[in-house]
Structure formats: structure tokens, C-alpha cells
């Protein structure tokens, strides 16, 4: 089961001989630590269903690498827009800004068609078996938490801090934590929309699509404001919400 993991982080570095941006390449790499990540506790059994999480990891990761090889495939009308945003942001962003910009298009926009992927109607209708898949989604943050703190170190040593910053990064550590918790809840929430739109009509389902879509775009202008970006983060959330109908 870990043979997909490790074919998605194959992929993984056969893109970092083709990106040239390095703007575009730090998120690639810290996707591809993360990735790595996920493949060490399924291989330590921290999932109740390992075969479910390797398979759900494939499409998750597939939706962004292709985003990225349509990108410099010059073949950007058919990129969703969050990540056409992030990917043409200005490249002398720090590092940080660059792999929050990918955070909000792969968490926001892409991890719910991800997770309905391999979900299907049916599974929504069995309640023991939604709550195991729930469940093994939720056990991704106690990855995403443990990578926190080694990827802050990394993105420091790539991008230069103010004295301010190196003082609130214990905080920004505590912020990243609770705004991916936050997020991946309402990633949940979207998931649940989205399969009731699915239920409805194809139709339907792209029409709510459309509006994530929307929403995780909009979501990049607070993410270029100025200021402590993870500390506003931490209040305001990361995540995004499709209305009720």
C-alpha cells in the first residue's frame, strides 16, 4: 500500500528537475517532507485504515502536481484559480507566504475533492464507516503538528527573519497548529456540501464547487496582507466555509 506514497514522492522529484521558480519549489519540497511523513505513520499504523489513507494521499497529491505541470505547461486556463493566484504571486515573497499560498489552495480547495474521490455515496451512508474515515482525516493533523516545528526551521534558514519574528516563532508554532485544526475541520464541513450537491445533480456539484473555488481565492488577500500572517490566522481562521443553501 506504501508503493503509492512512495510513487507520488517519485513524481515529487522528478517536478523539482523541471520547476524553475523558486518560489514554486518551496512549496513543492515542503509538500514532499510532509508527504514522506504521511507514508512513515501509515507504515506505523497510526490509521485505522492505511490502504484508505495511501489511496486518498494519491489523489490529494495528484490534484496539485497536475495544477503545477498545466501551470508551466502553459496551459493556465484550465489551472483553478487558487492555484493560478499562488502561483503568480510575486517570487520575493518569503518563503512562508509561498507555502501558505499552496496551503490554502491544496487544503482549502483541493482536499475536499480529494476526500469525495474516495468516498463514495454509499460510504456516506454508512454511518460506522464515515466516522472511521472522519476519524483517519482528523489523524493527518497529528502529522501536520509534528512537521510544524522542522519546517519552521527550514523556512528559516531559506528566508530571512526580523528580530520580531525569530521572538514570535514559538507563537506562530502554537498559530500553525490551531489554524490547520481549524481548517481541515471546515475542509470536512465543505466535504459533506459538496456530497449533498453531489447527490443532487452534476450540475449542482459544480455549481458549489464554483463557490469554493471563489471563496479559497478570496482567501489570498489576507494571506499577502502585511503583518504577522500566522498570528491573524490563528484568530481570524485559515479555513473556508461553503454557505448553506
Do not use: C
Request: net charge negative; no cysteine; glycine share 4%.
Amino acid at each position: 500500500m506504501n508503493s503509492q506514497i512512495d510513487d507520488v514522492l517519485q513524481q515529487m522529484t522528478d517536478e523539482l528537475r523541471t520547476v524553475t521558480s523558486p518560489a514554486h519549489r518551496v512549496f513543492l519540497q515542503t509538500y514532499q517532507r510532509t508527504t514522506a511523513a504521511v507514508g512513515k505513520a501509515v507504515r506505523g499504523g497510526e490509521f485505522e485504515d492505511p490502504g484508505w489513507v495511501s489511496a486518498w494521499d494519491v489523489v490529494f497529491a495528484e490534484l496539485y502536481l497536475s495544477a503545477l505541470r498545466a501551470y508551466y505547461q502553459d496551459q493556465r486556463a484550465g489551472v483553478p484559480r487558487p492555484w493560478r493566484l499562488a502561483f503568480a504571486a510575486p517570487p520575493e515573497l518569503p518563503a512562508l507566504r509561498h507555502v501558505l499560498l499552496g496551503i490554502n489552495a491544496h487544503i482549502n480547495y483541493d482536499l475536499p475533492q480529494a476526500l469525495l474521490a474516495v468516498i463514495s455515496d454509499a460510504d456516506f451512508e454508512d454511518e460506522e464507516l464515515i466516522q472511521r474515515r472522519r476519524r483517519d482525516h482528523e489523524r493527518i493533523d497529528a502529522v501536520l503538528s509534528q512537521r510544524v516545528a522542522a519546517e519552521d526551521a527550514v523556512l528559516s534558514s531559506t528566508s530571512a527573519r526580523s528580530l520580531l519574528d525569530r521572538a514570535l516563532a514559538p507563537l506562530n508554532r502554537l498559530s500553525s497548529r490551531r489554524f490547520l485544526r481549524e481548517a481541515r475541520q471546515k475542509v470536512w464541513q465543505n466535504t459533506e456540501t459538496l456530497h449533498q450537491a453531489r447527490l443532487e445533480s452534476p450540475q449542482r456539484y459544480s455549481e458549489r464547487l464554483a463557490e469554493l473555488e471563489v471563496l479559497s481565492a478570496a482567501k489570498i488577500a489576507d494571506l499577502l496582507a502585511p503583518g504577522q500572517v500566522l498570528l491573524r490566522l490563528s484568530v481570524a481562521g485559515f479555513g473556508v466555509l461553503i454557505p448553506a443553501d
